[in-house]
């Protein structure tokens, strides 16, 4: 009988690990931290100030967790918006982890601003002429598409299975309608969603540039260019196949799983070109406005520009372009961790290195409380990855019982 792959709850390990205990743990020193701030306030648990008004949770909670979900919309353009259906496999955890990013993104931006309960006011007071407005308008839509492309693989999970016991069993008919229903309009329907994703997508990750670009002389020359939103979307780009590659071996160690090396692969062989691309901008605005000669200067910001393009970009793209990588877990996993490690060093760089506001003597550095509800978020995030791929289809597994050919659709 032929084995063919197909996406399944996972029952290959226990839930409960002491990796996991661990993860809890650091889940719930961010919680602690986080319910700090919202009792608090804000300044009882950062120190950012009028001069510093953002740092860490808007470089790395909105602005790199933004980018880093890019695996979504990528990976929904190539496998349905240009069929290619090899990369299927990869496609819905790619789905989960945009889902999950930005929803923590949400979070992360409600827990930066002062008043986090005014969090709906762009929803209602409108600012057409605002960068940040456009950010945070296309982010809402945007999560709601992702929590919509989602629903197929709900209703997957639940079609036929519907067994509510004692005196709710007279909904088990009529719940059973509903999912059937749902699943048959969302099949019709679901790509105006993917297609609405993608185009979301390519505007609010250039619209983040946008916002440093306004901050004008308090950004750093290495940083600061008109050509910044153009480069925020390049990046997004190129760490969007690198994270889906990241995620999918490091979920196929901690499951018992194999790695999908070949599909890994295939999608390593389309980032040279995009790293290339994305090197290119970089360098070529670097030496039009001549601020190469800041990485003189033996400085913080030059060093981290260093890193940023060195190891994030250069290393990264010659390990792609190497065949013995391409083949290897081992190797695939370092050369997308160095590129996901770049983006978010960009983003740090450009919100947080790069950000130097005048009438100040003292530099800012995240609080333990800030960097705990940082890690807190990712811990918490891991969880929720971890509980969906138990309770639904969304990791591809070898299926023995199935020798027809598997239905794709944005369910897998």
């Known amino acids: 009988m032929k084995h063919i792959f197909t996406p399944q709850p996972i029952k290959t390990v226990k839930f409960i690990t002491p990796g996991v205990l661990l993860v809890m743990l650091i889940a719930l020193n961010g919680i602690v931290f986080l319910a700090g701030r919202f009792f608090f306030g804000i300044g009882a648990v950062t120190n950012l100030d009028n001069f510093y008004p953002w740092g860490l949770w808007i470089g790395v909670d909105v602005a790199a967790g933004v980018a880093l979900a890019a695996g979504g919309f990528t990976t929904a353009a190539i496998g349905h918006i240009f ?117 979301l997508s390519t505007l609010h990750q250039s619209s983040l540039g946008t916002l440093m670009v306004i901050a004008g002389p308090k950004m750093h020359p290495l940083w600061q260019t008109p050509i910044l939103p153009l480069l925020f979307f390049l990046s997004a780009i190129a760490v969007g196949f690198p994270m889906v590659i990241f995620e999918s071996l490091i979920a196929a160690r901690s499951f018992k799983l194999k790695p999908e090396t070949k599909v890994l692969g295939r999608l390593g062989r389309l980032l040279p070109p995009i790293l290339g691309i994305y090197l290119i901008f970089k360098l070529t605005d670097m030496f039009i406005r001549e601020t190469f000669m800041y990485l003189t200067e033996f400085n913080v910001q030059s060093v981290m520009f260093v890193i940023e393009i060195l190891v994030g970009i250069i290393i990264p793209l010659r390990l792609f372009l190497s065949r013995a990588v391409l083949k290897s877990p081992l190797g695939l996993f370092i050369a997308s961790a160095l590129v996901v490690f770049g983006v978010l060093i960009n983003r740090i760089n450009n919100f947080v290195v790069a950000y130097d506001p005048p009438y100040t003597d003292a530099s800012y550095f995240p609080s333990f409380g800030e960097i705990s509800v940082t890690v807190g978020f990712v811990a918490i995030m891991v969880l929720a990855y971890r509980a969906f791929v138990f309770i639904f289809p969304v990791i591809s597994q070898p299926n023995k019982s199935k020798s027809q050919d598997t239905k794709y659709s944005v369910r897998g």
């Open 83 to 199: 069929h290619r259906d090899s990369y299927h496999d990869v496609v819905r955890p790619a789905l989960l982890t945009a889902m999950l990013g930005y929803t923590f993104v949400a979070v992360g931006v409600m827990t930066d601003i002062g008043r986090w309960y005014y969090i709906w006011h762009p929803l209602v007071f409108w600012n057409a002429n605002s960068a940040l407005f456009e950010v945070g308008i296309c982010v809402v839509i945007y999560l709601n598409v992702l929590y919509i492309e989602f629903l197929p693989i709900v209703t997957e999970r639940f079609m036929g299975k519907v067994n509510l016991p004692g005196i709710f069993r007279g909904l088990n008919g009529f719940i059973e309608r509903i999912l059937r229903w749902a699943d048959k309009t969302l099949n019709a329907t679901m790509f105006v969603f993917i297609i609405a994703g993608v185009v």
